[in-house]
């Protein structure tokens, strides 16, 4: 794939840009490596400033480099504007509490016979970050953020179709006052990874992408004994009980389906209800997935955008496609528009059975799957019969129908009555084939961090003097 900034609402290739050579990425890492040096010997505070700068910048170049993703990759302007607040957020959740979340951790000195023991958290060193287009500056930052303020370094190679809006990431940070290499992009293609990995100044990776793509590079990783943080893809249950507030159910269904064109990890893509509300259910989700407007994405009363390539588009009409010629019912959309852009218009299908496509894969795209649950655990059979874990919904009024959900949902994320969405302050990951590990809160931070056992005893004896010990 070349690198290249194509408008998704025309079709039209605005900037090329020529892969870095092999020397020039040797250069960069011997800069983030040395920046990491530089780091070393800066507090908490001191990067927490920088950060801070950082959201200051964010904050005041909003509207610039929101309509930068837009045209990138087509979400809506509304929508870019939205993400690019996001991350000045967290950059200042960060700046605010990581002095607190790295300080020391005490343990119990007595158990372990010592006068002081204690558990310190220190940086690895440049991480290398693989991110994908559909997020394109929230979910560097969700990485980036944290790994800074750590003390580690990044090393980005974007999606090859947001080759600006990943400059602009390394612009920023230089312009916040980081040293120069603490964050660095690269403009490489996909085949430079693995060499990339394998340099010994390279200490750790993360991806967020496709399991293809969290395969490949878990495996180049595991070959070098490089930690790894994996958020994959997902095709997250929506369920619906019959206690549930329909109408608000389905607003926030719509919404949640169709956020970001449709193309987000933890965008809800099946919706499993119970068969006492199913009809109701589908003829208000159907009837506001219709009334969605779809444009252009600069357009203040657009709804749903381009999707960011004409490949994702007809794999997701393929998809529905299958479906309907399989015996599925299309309720709304369904049907590819001709003209400029790579627009798919908001789609419902149900009377999905195995062996349709859309009954085990992720569809990224605005397109609902319905299915029918008899009962409480089939909808839990249904939500947890795929490969994938990382997000869940589930609406319901009854209180032990929540906790059930709660516990039941095999999923890095349940949200109850409400659409699953991403904070700084709790954790973000997924299980099963979505990945492992965790961004975001205090154990996004401490991934990529040495998580080192501190013991100082009385005398010159260490612990267990004489005995063997392990």
């Not at 906790?403 to 039941?408: I, S, V």
């Not at 990951?429 to 492992?436: A, H, I, P, R």
Request: charged residues 25%.
């Amino acid at each position: 794939m070349p690198i290249a900034t194509t408008n998704p609402a025309t079709g039209q290739v605005l900037k090329t840009y020529d892969p870095m050579s092999d020397e020039q990425v040797d250069a960069a890492i011997e800069r983030a490596d040395q920046a990491f040096r530089q780091l070393h010997g800066t507090t908490a505070a001191q990067r927490g400033q920088w950060l801070i700068r950082a959201a200051d910048l964010l904050e005041a170049e909003r509207d610039e480099t929101a309509r930068l993703m837009t045209t990138e990759m087509g979400k809506t302007y509304a929508a870019a504007k939205a993400e690019v607040t996001k991350c000045a957020t967290a950059c200042r959740f960060y700046a605010a509490n990581a002095e607190r979340m790295l300080a020391d951790e005490p343990a119990d000195a007595a158990a372990v016979k010592a006068k002081r023991a204690f558990v310190r958290y220190q940086p690895l060193g440049p991480v290398l970050a693989v991110m994908p287009w559909n997020f394109p500056l929230w979910q560097v930052m969700r990485f980036a953020a944290p790994a800074l303020m750590a003390g580690n370094t990044g090393l980005l190679k974007h999606a090859s179709n947001v080759p600006q809006t990943a400059l602009y990431l390394e612009d920023l940070f230089r312009r916040a006052g980081f040293p120069e290499g603490a964050f660095t992009t690269l403009l490489v293609g996909s085949d430079a990874v693995d060499r990339i990995l394998s340099d010994s100044r390279v200490r750790a990776a993360t991806l967020t992408g496709s399991e293809g793509a969290g395969r490949s590079i878990a495996q180049s990783a595991g070959r070098e004994l490089k930690k790894t943080v994996l958020e994959l893809g997902g095709s997250d249950p929506f369920v619906v009980m019959p206690s549930a507030d329909l109408d608000k159910a389905a607003e926030v269904a719509t919404t949640a389906r169709c956020q970001n064109n449709g193309q987000s990890c933890i965008a809800a893509k099946r919706f499993i209800v119970h068969t006492d509300v199913f009809d109701a259910f589908a003829e208000k989700f159907a009837a506001r997935m219709s009334a969605l407007r779809v444009g252009d994405p600069m357009d203040a009363n657009t709804d749903v955008g381009p999707l960011a390539t004409d490949r994702g588009r007809n794999e997701v009409h393929e998809q529905v496609r299958d479906a309907a010629d399989n015996g599925a019912t299309i309720l709304c959309g369904g049907e590819k528009p001709a003209g400029d852009g790579w627009y798919y218009p908001p789609t419902v299908v149900t009377d999905l059975r195995p062996g349709m496509r859309m009954w085990s894969e992720e569809v990224f795209g605005p397109v609902a799957g319905l299915f029918r649950a008899s009962s409480y655990e089939e909808a839990i059979e249904i939500a947890n019969g795929t490969n994938f874990g990382l997000g869940s919904n589930a609406w319901t009024t009854d209180p032990a129908e929540q906790e059930r959900f709660a516990t039941d949902l095999d999923a890095g994320n349940v949200f109850i009555n409400g659409m699953t969405t991403s904070y700084p302050e709790l954790p973000f990951g997924g299980v099963k084939n979505s990945g492992y590990g965790r961004e975001l809160s205090a154990l996004g931070m401490r991934e990529f961090c040495n998580t080192k056992t501190v013991w100082v005893g009385e005398g010159e004896a260490g612990p267990g003097a004489g005995a063997h010990s392990e």
